[in-house]
């Protein structure tokens, strides 16, 4: 059965750093496209980044140059760097997982149950 746990949320200071981990199981993260969505309360879901099954990375423009995605295909796990904190990066970060290999965005066709992320000013 596929499973999806995220961890590293946590609390810290506008210009410093995380790195948020989605650990898979039942799932071989090499092969599929996953990817990051975060919501804020009162906010819509947002697309954060995402790393395709050719490898490929894409990024919200308010997060490009500041968050790196990427995979640890051996640990079957996931990671979002992310630098440079700004307050507005405030929100619930939830690991998403296609059940297709495809290049692009992901869907989210499976989610994590989500770690927060606070970023305080």
């Known amino acids: 059965q596929l499973q999806l746990v995220e961890s590293g949320g946590g609390s810290v200071q506008a210009g410093g750093s995380l790195r948020l981990s989605c650990a898979a199981s039942?799932?071989?993260?090499?092969?599929?496209?996953m990817g990051w969505f975060r919501q804020a309360p009162g906010k819509e879901r947002e697309g954060v980044a995402t790393?395709?099954?050719?490898?490929?990375?894409r990024y919200a423009d308010s997060v490009k140059g500041r968050f790196i995605i990427s995979k640890d295909n051996a640990e079957n796990t996931l990671y979002l760097q992310m630098n440079s904190l700004k307050s507005e990066d405030t929100a619930m970060y939830y690991c998403a997982a296609d059940k297709w290999p495809h290049t692009g965005w992901v869907r989210g066709d499976f989610r994590g149950q989500g770690t927060q992320v606070t970023v305080s000013s």
């Open positions: 039942g799932y071989t993260v090499s092969s599929y496209c």
């Open positions: 790393i395709d099954s050719a490898g490929n990375t």
